[in-house]
Structures are given as C-alpha cells and as structure tokens.
C-alpha cells in the first residue's frame, strides 16, 4: 500500500520569500502525485498532478513541483509567496493503473508574514 | 467546471441521532469518495464508490454507511452519531479511471 510523509506540519515565511514544502511517497511502481491546497473553511483545490513524463510539473497560482524517484519525494515550490498563498497544502500519492484512490500526507499549514 | 455540492457546510447534532450528509457531482464522474479530515491526520478514506449501487470500504468505515441510488449521488450515514463522530467531512468525485479528484466544500459536524 502506498504512502505520504508531509514532514513539515507548519512552516512560516515572509512575504515575497521563496517557498518549498516537502513530500516524500511510498510505492512501488511510479506513482500518480498531487499536490491540493485547503483554503480555511473551504474544500481541496487541485494545485498541480504528476503522471508521466518531465519530471518538473507547473501549476496554478505559480507554483511548481519536481518528481524525483531516486529520493521518493515530490516537493513544492513556489519562488516568491503572496499573502493569499496561506492556506493548508496536502500532498497525496494515487496507485497508477488501479484502484483510483489517492491516499493523502497529513498536511503543511503555511503561514504569511506581512 | 466541475461542481461538486455538499448539502451542508454546518450541522450539529446530538449523540445517538441519524445523520446523513449529502454530496452531489454535476460531471457524470463514476467514481465517488467520502473522506474526514482532523487535524494532524489529514484526510483519511471512509467509503467510495465506483458506480451506482456499489460501494468499497475505504480505511476507517466503522460506525458509517454510505449509499449510492443515482450517479450524481453520494450520501454518508451515521446510524448513530458519537462525539468521537465530530469532523470536517469532505465529498469528492472523480472520472472513470482518473486519480484526480474534485473537491466539495464540505460539511463541519459537531456531535454534542
């Protein structure tokens, strides 16, 4: 079964700073990677997704993330944070070829310092 | 876009009563999910479903059941509410074979 290992539970940086938020998987065929992010009060929006293919991926809200198998991690990045990027980021790992069921990290909440 | 509705973003209810909580999917997606989310433990797989009338456990079933009677809908039970029931519950949707999953806004309910 696969896994998700979010070691960060917080982080706070300042506005304009750059950011990355760790993720780290478990599983034994390439996975399908997400990363959402939870607004407080609000359901998960889909930030960016991993298949196949080049390994660095971009997605919404300018932020990317970068596939490395031989660490088993899918860390995010974003080079300069808004305010409105506070929120909670969840990274989660889906089973290729099967079950369609993603299993999802604990969570970073990120913080915004003015 | 995909629109994925909850039938409530608040409830509070008392221990013992029968809860339902209501997700609809206005994409014709197949694939349906229930999910809790606490704090420390992210969100953590109650039921899901693949198609009408058929549902799956998902990690931690006990004490839910779920029922699928059309293909937009997804409703949670709790036949019994405990306090230990009292969470952020989220529905999600998602297309055939496709990992991606879409989010509803979903529902905080409280046990008292």
């Known amino acids: 079964a696969q896994s998700v290992t979010q070691p960060d539970i917080h982080i706070t940086v300042s506005e304009g700073a750059s950011l990355e938020l760790r993720c780290n998987y478990s599983?034994?065929?390439?996975?399908?990677l997400f990363w959402y992010v939870q607004s407080p009060g609000q359901g998960l929006q889909l930030l960016l997704k991993y298949f196949s293919g080049d390994t660095l991926v971009q997605g919404i809200k300018g932020f990317e993330a970068e596939f490395k198998r031989s660490q088993s991690s899918f860390n995010l990045r974003k080079p300069s944070v808004h305010w409105s990027d506070a929120a909670e980021y969840f990274c989660?790992?889906?089973?290729?070829?099967?079950?369609?069921?993603?299993?999802f990290g604990s969570g970073t909440q990120l913080t915004v310092l003015p | 876009d995909v629109k994925v509705t909850q039938s409530s973003r608040y409830l509070v209810k008392r221990t013992g009563e029968k809860v339902f909580l209501e997700c609809v999917q206005d994409m014709d997606h197949e694939n349906m999910f229930w999910y809790r989310q606490d704090p420390g433990l992210g969100l953590r797989l109650i039921y899901f479903s693949y198609d009408v009338k058929m549902k799956e456990k998902g990690d931690i079933p006990e004490g839910y059941s779920v029922s699928r009677e059309k293909k937009e809908r997804f409703s949670l039970i709790l036949e019994s509410a405990s306090t230990n029931q009292t969470s952020m519950y989220l529905c999600?949707?998602?297309?055939?074979?496709?990992?991606?999953?879409?989010f509803g806004p979903g529902t905080r309910l409280t046990v008292l």
């Open positions: 599983y034994g065929a390439t996975p399908y």
């Open positions: 999600a949707s998602s297309p055939g074979q496709s990992n991606e999953q879409f």
């Open positions: 989660a790992v889906g089973a290729s070829g099967s079950a369609r069921q993603l299993t």
